[in-house]
């Protein structure tokens, strides 16, 4: 008997297991705990503070900040899981069919905003949602360096890619693109960094892309590679899990590099100048925190991922020839930065 996708047999086979909430939860809050872990050991100086909470529709979470260490300026790694009976109108734009469901979200989050101009910040995010019978992952990871080095972003991509190609390798063909797509400030027509991978709406079906830009490289790629064979839930999950895990093997050695470099007042105050281009997006564009606030989230942990100190400069333009100017006018630009390996080796 040939089974369709109409059939009993393979629309059971597109729902989560029974205990997908326990399993993502737990990876979720171990996720939070091993970076937290790695971080410290690095900073060597600072400590995590813990605040545990919890949010009147349901649900809750603990907030982890670092401040004032002998590396992180602030250091923030969230931990939330929530549920509820609407979702907003951020979700059901793109899962209309989600509509009428009580939905469950959990993920962990992270941003680090270093005090040295010459080690990046780096934004984390991996999530999971669930309404009724509707399931997804999302999230991804960027680094925002202001003095970067092309081997330090070879050894950023190149890390990420051998997690996406353990799955797939048409993972980070889409999702590398489509970060840089997601995290560029359409109001200064700028990348806000180097970029890493992005991707949402990974529900095991259909194509890969599933974002607003029809003629971007990431949906140019994903229609070319086509419908996929069907993923499972654990499958999904394994790929985002091994993603997780990669940050610290993909951030920790660029940390370890740089640390040490001497800086002045000119490459402090580019780096806090830069900063501003990390709050224009955070609070104009933000996947993350636009849900968040539409879903009554904890304020303070939401906006967690600010910097401690910032500045903004009127008509701002860097002097030719130094390195914020080689800031714009490469590194902030979509680069193929895995085939530079040989470029830098």
Not at 100 to 123: D, E, Q
Request: net charge negative; with cysteine.
């Amino acid at each position: 008997m040939i089974t369709t996708a109409s059939t009993p047999q393979a629309t059971q086979s597109k729902l989560p297991p029974i205990d997908a909430k326990v399993r993502v939860s737990q990876f979720m809050r171990q996720l939070q705990d091993e970076i937290c872990e790695g971080l410290q050991q690095i900073d060597a100086v600072g400590t995590f503070v813990e605040d545990a909470w919890e949010r009147a529709e349901g649900g809750g979470g603990r907030s982890r900040v670092m401040r004032d260490g002998a590396i992180f300026e602030q250091a923030g790694v969230n931990f939330s899981e929530v549920w509820g009976s609407h979702l907003p109108p951020s979700i059901l734009a793109q899962r209309p069919e989600a509509s009428g469901h009580k939905f469950y979200a959990t993920g962990t989050s992270m941003v680090l905003h270093p005090r040295n101009p010459y080690v990046p910040t780096v934004h984390l995010n991996y999530r999971y949602f669930e309404a009724g019978p509707v399931w997804w992952f999302g999230g991804g990871i960027d680094l925002t360096p202001y003095y970067p080095f092309a081997c330090d972003v070879v050894h950023f991509h190149s890390t990420l890619k051998r997690a996406c190609d353990a799955h797939s390798t048409e993972y980070y063909s889409v999702f590398k693109p489509w970060c840089d797509e997601y995290f560029y400030l359409k109001h200064r027509q700028e990348m806000r960094g180097v970029g890493g991978i992005f991707f949402d709406y990974q529900g095991g079906q259909g194509q890969l892309y599933r974002g607003p830009h029809p003629e971007g490289a990431a949906a140019v790629y994903s229609n070319l590679v086509g419908t996929l064979a069907p993923r499972s839930w654990s499958e999904v999950f394994a790929f985002v899990s091994d993603c997780g895990r990669a940050f610290l093997p993909a951030y920790v050695p660029i940390v370890e590099q740089r640390k040490l470099m001497e800086y002045g007042d000119r490459e402090r105050n580019f780096q806090l100048y830069r900063r501003g281009r990390y709050v224009e997006f955070n609070l104009v564009y933000d996947r993350g925190t636009i849900f968040g606030l539409q879903t009554n989230g904890r304020t303070e942990s939401i906006l967690m991922s600010l910097p401690p100190l910032v500045r903004w400069e009127y008509g701002y333009k860097p002097e030719p020839n130094t390195p914020e100017a080689d800031l714009y006018e490469t590194f902030l630009k979509p680069q193929d930065w895995a085939s530079w390996i040989s470029a830098v080796m």
